[in-house]
């Protein structure tokens, strides 16, 4: 079984990580494992599949996040999903929306460890591919370092090799989404532990990791480090991810190379009949923190809407919103 280096990933983000997203993300870094955004199994079985797994082979590596709770129905949505290329299928205990709680996935099933793990042997027995899960610390008063344990032995047991742990407890009621993934405390120690106490197995830490710098120190003592947010609102601090994290020789492109990259995706993207600004608000971060990105993001955030751009022109407004921004920014080399 081939298993992808999850040295680093960018996480799974609904309505955030869709599949023009990640050809643009690939424009930043060829390594990084990215993720879809949550596919419920029950969408899958019963939905149009290609509109729900259809991707470009230039995101590869890719893994496919998959929502639910019921082992069967999981099983056949991943056998949907054999064949198309993924590097990875991983079951998400993470979510804690209302709406996936109601249809008991996500994250209140870490209080049911053993069918997590009956979900994991389905899934397994249905694919080659490895089956990873994305999980929290804990979930309302399943939040003992014992009750994580229990989670981890179990389903482990059961065959997964691999836990994506997202480092804050989840609160099922009382919290938005938004608010459950900044309120429970980080506990990045928490995560370093369980790696000591389960060194055969590989732990990946999610979590308030905002670029690089942050990342590198917990890629050893724990497997990888998988970035969301950081990743998606300011995409360039993945620039140098190739040659820093995976010793890529290939020197980091300048984001003037990658604007060009956008362009050329652009023209892509409208040919395809899809509107410019479903590429283009992927985009809006990339020049964060210079001068300019005002106009960078109201450019590519607004602009990109109106029908003049949504044609042949559409590499013209990319590069027209770049030229808002000083050389020394555009042709500045990411410290390999
Ligand atoms: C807009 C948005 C959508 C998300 N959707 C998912 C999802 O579909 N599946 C999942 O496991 N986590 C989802 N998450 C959680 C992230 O994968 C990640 O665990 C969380 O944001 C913490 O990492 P970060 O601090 O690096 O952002 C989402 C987060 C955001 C901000």
Same mark, same amino acid.
């Given at each position: 079984?081939? #298993?992808?280096?999850?040295?680093?990933?960018?996480?799974?983000?609904?309505?955030?990580? $869709?599949?023009?997203?990640?050809?643009?993300?690939?424009?930043?870094?060829?390594? #990084?494992?990215?993720?879809?955004?949550?596919?419920?199994?029950?969408?899958?079985?019963?939905?149009?599949?290609? @509109?729900?797994?259809?991707?470009?082979?230039?995101?590869?590596?890719?893994?496919?996040? *998959?929502?639910?709770?019921?082992?069967?129905?999981?099983?056949?949505?991943?056998?949907?999903?054999?064949?198309?290329?993924?590097?990875?299928?991983?079951?998400?205990?993470?979510?804690?929306?209302?709406?996936?709680?109601?249809?008991?996935?996500?994250?209140?099933?870490?209080?049911?460890?053993?069918?997590?793990?009956?979900?994991?042997?389905?899934?397994?027995?249905?694919?080659?591919?490895?089956?990873?899960?994305?999980?929290?610390?804990?979930?309302?008063?399943?939040? @003992?370092?014992?009750?994580?344990?229990?989670? /981890?032995?179990?389903?482990?047991?059961?065959?997964?090799?691999?836990?994506?742990?997202?480092?804050?407890?989840?609160?099922?009621?009382?919290? @938005?989404?938004?608010?459950?993934?900044?309120?429970?405390?980080?506990?990045?120690?928490?995560?370093?532990?369980?790696?000591?106490?389960?060194?055969?197995?590989?732990?990946?830490?999610?979590?308030?990791?905002?670029?690089?710098?942050?990342?590198?120190?917990?890629?050893?003592?724990?497997?990888?480090?998988?970035?969301?947010?950081?990743?998606?609102? #300011?995409?360039?601090?993945?620039?140098?991810?190739?040659?820093?994290?995976?010793?890529?020789?290939?020197?980091?492109?300048?984001?003037?190379?990658? /604007?060009?990259?956008?362009?050329?995706?652009?023209?892509?993207?409208?040919?395809?009949?899809?509107? *410019?600004?479903?590429?283009?608000?992927?985009?809006?971060?990339?020049?964060?923190?210079?001068?300019?990105?005002? #106009?960078?993001?109201?450019? *590519?955030?607004?602009?990109?809407?109106?029908?003049?751009?949504?044609?042949?022109?559409?590499?013209?407004? /990319?590069?027209?919103?770049?030229?808002?921004?000083?050389?020394?920014?555009? $042709?500045?080399?990411?410290?390999?």
């Amino acid at each position: 079984m081939n #298993t992808p280096d999850r040295r680093l990933s960018v996480a799974p983000m609904m309505d955030w990580t $869709d599949s023009l997203d990640r050809r643009f993300l690939r424009l930043v870094t060829r390594r #990084t494992l990215l993720y879809t955004e949550m596919v419920t199994a029950q969408a899958l079985i019963h939905g149009n599949v290609e @509109s729900l797994l259809g991707y470009d082979p230039v995101e590869q590596p890719l893994a496919l996040q *998959l929502g639910g709770g019921d082992p069967e129905m999981l099983a056949k949505a991943v056998r949907i999903a054999n064949g198309r290329g993924f590097a990875e299928i991983n079951l998400n205990v993470g979510c804690p929306s209302d709406r996936v709680s109601a249809g008991r996935f996500g994250a209140c099933l870490m209080t049911e460890p053993e069918l997590v793990a009956e979900c994991v042997a389905a899934m397994q027995g249905a694919t080659d591919l490895p089956v990873t899960v994305k999980h929290r610390i804990g979930v309302d008063d399943t939040d @003992s370092y014992a009750d994580l344990v229990r989670f /981890v032995e179990t389903v482990s047991a059961a065959g997964c090799r691999t836990f994506v742990v997202h480092a804050r407890k989840a609160w099922l009621s009382g919290l @938005s989404p938004k608010e459950n993934r900044e309120v429970p405390p980080l506990r990045h120690d928490v995560v370093h532990r369980l790696k000591a106490d389960f060194p055969h197995l590989e732990i990946v830490l999610n979590g308030g990791i905002l670029d690089l710098d942050a990342a590198l120190p917990h890629i050893g003592p724990t497997d990888g480090v998988m970035i969301g947010r950081g990743a998606y609102e #300011t995409p360039w601090i993945l620039a140098a991810a190739d040659a820093r994290v995976f010793g890529d020789p290939t020197p980091p492109k300048t984001r003037r190379q990658v /604007v060009e990259e956008i362009a050329e995706l652009a023209a892509q993207v409208v040919a395809e009949g899809q509107p *410019l600004a479903r590429l283009t608000r992927h985009v809006i971060g990339l020049f964060h923190g210079c001068p300019g990105a005002k #106009t960078w993001r109201r450019m *590519l955030g607004e602009d990109a809407r109106q029908p003049e751009w949504n044609g042949p022109k559409a590499p013209e407004l /990319v590069r027209r919103a770049a030229a808002q921004v000083p050389a020394d920014c555009l $042709d500045e080399r990411p410290a390999a």
